[in-house]
């Protein structure tokens, strides 16, 4: 899933006309900011990493990332924002798509579970965040939560298109069921962070899909 590009609305007091050249300039450094916190939450966690690590990373001035984000929960939630609204703009994408198999959408959700899984330290950013939801700013909490909540009603929408369609055949409900593949997907990319076995989470998602096909496959 491709990062959207970011900008920053400034005043002009002097009320003439701002230099694009330096705009997009101010923009790009506000990506690159975002860029590393959001890895820097994914591979450290929210709390172990501080606006001296990003400016180490980019070259640049603390004072050059408080331009930006004049507080580490402003970066946080840029961060979750940004995260969460690439994230639903492609299942927006997917689910729009009629002519996809219920099963093909399922896959197109777990890309990015197993993207992270083959990289040495990375987490979903909202899964990383959830293990630190108790210290987390009330912002940022709110959109962890949104984050889950969100997901689950998209997997049990697909859950239900393919009960549907004759796709699928749930052992449970259509929301538990949801419920059960986010844990699987976030748990099993925790477990692989520590054990290094990429298989953990391909394993899971094996065994999902073989469950959810069941019926199809014994006729």
Known sequence: MRKPRTTKRTLNPSNRPS?????????ETADEILDVAETLIQTRGYSAFSYQD???A???????????FASKTDLG????????????????AVAADESQSSMTMLDHYVEPYLAFADTSD????????AGEMMVLPAEMRRRVDRFFTSHQAWLSGILDRGVARGEFKLAAPAAKTAKLILGA??????????TGDATQLRDVVAVLKSQLAAEKRAR
């Not at 939630?77 to 927006?92: C, E, N, P, Q």
């Open 58 to 68: 980019l070259g640049i001035r603390k004072a050059s990332i408080h331009y930006h």
């Open 185 to 194: 997907l976030q748990g099993a990319l925790l477990v692989k962070r520590t």
């Open 77 to 92: 939630v840029a961060v979750v924002d940004r995260y969460v609204g690439r994230f639903g703009a492609a299942l927006a």
């Open 54 to 56: 990003i400016a180490d």
């Open 122 to 129: 990375r987490a979903c950013l909202c899964g990383a965040l």
């Open 19 to 27: 230099n694009k050249a330096s705009d997009g300039r101010r923009a």
